[in-house]
């Protein structure tokens, strides 16, 4: 995999993550809150760095399932930590507990 390619794994991870906060703000009907919206940018940045370390130690080469792979799993990883930090309580503030 060149670094063009592991760029775009990087980039479509990025962007399923943030993707997936959007669809779940646009899911909610509350106005848009940037604090919420924060937490989910760091989501798609730990995102990013797993694929990019995946990808980089595989040395698979570059495929439309290795892109699809990537946008679905930073979709996941927004998602799964969204429910795992509401599971345990973080991020909730004092009115919704």
Known sequence: M???????????????ALSAAYLGWCDSG???NARKFSSSIMHAIVAGLLFFVGTYTA???ANVFVYVSAFLGGM??????????????WGRSSEQK
């Open 2 to 16: 060149n670094n063009l390619e592991l760029l775009l794994t990087v980039i479509l991870a990025v962007l399923g």
């Open 30 to 32: 509350e106005p848009f």
């Open 59 to 61: 040395n698979m080469p």
């Open 76 to 89: 996941g990883i927004d998602a799964g930590w969204n429910r795992f930090s509401g599971a345990i309580g």
